[in-house]
């Protein structure tokens, strides 16, 4: 089956209302989805343009931006409902910072399904900026997702450099894998991309990163940030001799398309010029 799959570099603006996001996300969904899109990927954290609403005091301040955006959610969800329903398209509309009961948050990747349905996945690896400084707790289940393409899942950001993850979201039958990112130097932007581009490769499977570009000088959250996205492969018969399907400019404002076909990760996983998916069990007699 083949899908055509839009990945954002998107830039965090300064807004003066509700209305001026929401035609921002409007016009980002409408773009996409008159390319044919129908897998749609925003970046971690793009949602914390939505601080700017609430006044310097708050967007200043990274303790009070969490606890004011919550206000926003029932808003932010119904949005990306009501898009991903009217265009019939998948939506992974970046990351959220969601309050739990005990009153902690979680940075939270809500998926879009084209019958309005939702549900979302935690990030489980906190970098040291979320665990020292912002206070962000780590989720507690790795999920996998039923769509009308197969089956989809999620590593946010960090949670792409750790190999056990993903793996166990394949052999839950996962040929793909979207990646929110969100990070403030090119080192930071290398590791994403190079776990992503290592995940693929023993996988075999595709692995789609996003990615916030641009500076926004008035948030503690996102002031700086850098990268750019791109769709990774297999590196073997059938795929790019370089795993890379299609990457974007470095800091450009804009999608990145590109189809895939999610049959042809069984495919190689039968045929191919070597077996990484099959024979990963195979490393056990080394390492136990």
Wanted: charged share 20%; with cysteine.
């Amino acid at each position: 089956m083949k899908v055509k799959i839009a990945t954002a570099q998107y830039d965090i603006s300064f807004l003066e209302n509700w209305q001026q996001y929401q035609n921002k996300i409007e016009r980002w969904v409408e773009e996409a989805t008159q390319q044919d899109a129908k897998i749609l990927l925003f970046p971690e954290y793009a949602s914390m343009e939505l601080a700017s609403l609430f006044g310097k005091d708050v967007y200043s301040c990274l303790s009070k931006q969490l606890a004011e955006m919550q206000s926003l959610l029932e808003a932010y969800l119904a949005l990306f409902q009501r898009l991903a329903k009217t265009h019939q398209c998948l939506i992974q509309a970046g990351t959220f910072p969601f309050k739990i009961a005990s009153g902690a948050y979680r940075n939270r990747a809500f998926l879009f399904m084209p019958d309005g349905q939702y549900d979302y996945q935690d990030k489980l690896m906190m970098t040291r900026f979320e665990n020292e400084q912002w206070l962000i707790e780590k989720g507690e289940v790795l999920r996998c997702f039923d769509t009308d393409y197969g089956k989809i899942a999620i590593n946010i950001c960090y949670d792409s450099e750790f190999p056990m993850l993903a793996r166990k979201q394949v052999e839950a039958g996962a040929n793909l894998i979207l990646v929110p990112s969100c990070t403030d130097a090119m080192a930071g932007y290398h590791r994403v991309k190079i776990g992503c581009q290592a995940r693929a490769l023993e996988n075999q499977c595709y692995v789609v990163q996003a990615t916030l570009v641009g500076e926004a000088p008035w948030s503690e959250a996102v002031d700086v940030n850098i990268g750019a996205a791109g769709v990774y492969t297999p590196v073997d018969r059938g795929f790019p001799d370089n795993g890379i399907l299609v990457e974007g400019f470095i800091n450009a404002v804009q999608w990145v398309f590109a189809e895939v076909s999610l049959d042809a990760c069984e495919t190689v996983r039968e045929q191919g010029q070597v077996f990484n998916y099959r024979d990963w069990p195979l490393q056990k007699e080394f390492v136990e």
